[in-house]
């Protein structure tokens, strides 16, 4: 889609938003999959439900992209534009054992920052994709720990009431992989709570969590992460593994080598493959051990 009424083109600058047009999502998503579309960024978050307000009196659709690490995006030429928050400077902000942090921050580097300011318990996160505020909307975790444990207040935009909002972490739900908050809100900053670590212990424990992804995850390969969410007391890779899928292909869509719960697009696989492999792999889980796998990647596809 493309804005072409010069009203919305002239209010955009005052609204704190830049236009980017015909940008391809394949390269902000780390599928590397993705039609085009005009992308507005957001430069001051005052500006959200003005720009929001004018999108919808207008009659374009939209929808709000994170760090795109975790997203399967339709190709062609989408039928709404996307909005994306742009990187405040600084990107986190300490005081004391608290750290404010932008949504729009690189999770990794906002988790070596927070541990070269002696500030730990994220170190499971390190080699996570992705922003700040994806993680919040996913709880994100691994190896025994989730963001959702230290998050104390997250400032967000509340589409369904048109404003913005401060939520304590008390008011939050986080369980695995699942929060409470609505599919339409929009994360905007964090406040978290880290414990206090030496530099030197947290460094050895990203250590151990990079290791342990070298060996398991295909680094370096365009991926979103999992596709399923692991079903309780199961383990969806493993279950894939069992099944003899790994290598199995549709195209240049491709289950990792390495990590059946990885599908890889091995070259420039269009969305129509992923999606195929995608499901053929659900259907034969569920034929082979009568589980309904969940997805955990996101899917842009209407």
């Not at 080699?127 to 700040?132: H, L, S, Y």
Request: hydrophobic share 40%.
């Amino acid at each position: 889609m493309r804005i072409e009424d010069s009203k919305i083109l002239a209010a955009l600058p005052e609204l704190g938003v830049e236009l980017r047009s015909g940008a391809a999502l394949s390269s902000e998503t780390s599928l590397g999959i993705g039609g085009t579309t005009d992308l507005l960024l957001i430069r001051k978050h005052e500006g959200i439900p003005g720009l929001l307000q004018l999108l919808d009196s207008n009659g374009v659709t939209h929808k709000f992209l994170g760090g795109g690490s975790n997203l399967l995006v339709r190709d062609g030429e989408l039928p709404w534009v996307v909005t994306q928050l742009a990187r405040s400077e600084p990107e986190v902000t300490l005081d004391g054992n608290f750290a404010q942090v932008d949504a729009a921050a690189d999770l990794g580097r906002t988790v070596t920052f927070c541990a070269k300011n002696d500030l730990g318990g994220m170190e499971g996160l390190i080699g996570v994709p992705g922003t700040i505020g994806g993680a919040l909307r996913m709880n994100a975790g691994a190896y025994g720990m989730q963001i959702g444990t230290y998050v104390r207040e997250v400032k967000l935009y509340r589409a369904a009431e048109r404003r913005l909002e401060i939520l304590s972490g008390e008011q939050i739900s986080f369980e695995y992989r699942h929060t409470s908050f609505a599919p339409d809100d929009m994360m905007l900053a964090v406040k978290l709570e880290l414990p206090s670590k030496p530099f030197k212990e947290i460094l050895q424990g990203i250590r151990i969590c990079n290791e342990k992804r070298r060996a398991s995850q295909p680094l370096g390969q365009k991926s979103a992460g999992c596709i399923f969410k692991n079903p309780p007391g199961a383990s969806a890779g493993c279950m894939i593994d069992e099944l003899g899928l790994k290598g199995l292909s549709v195209g240049d869509a491709r289950v990792s080598d390495r990590h059946a719960n990885f599908f890889v697009n091995a070259g420039s696989a269009p969305a129509a493959d992923m999606l195929s492999l995608i499901g053929d792999v659900r259907e034969r889980v569920s034929q082979a051990f009568g589980v309904t796998l969940e997805h955990e990647v996101v899917l842009w596809l209407a």
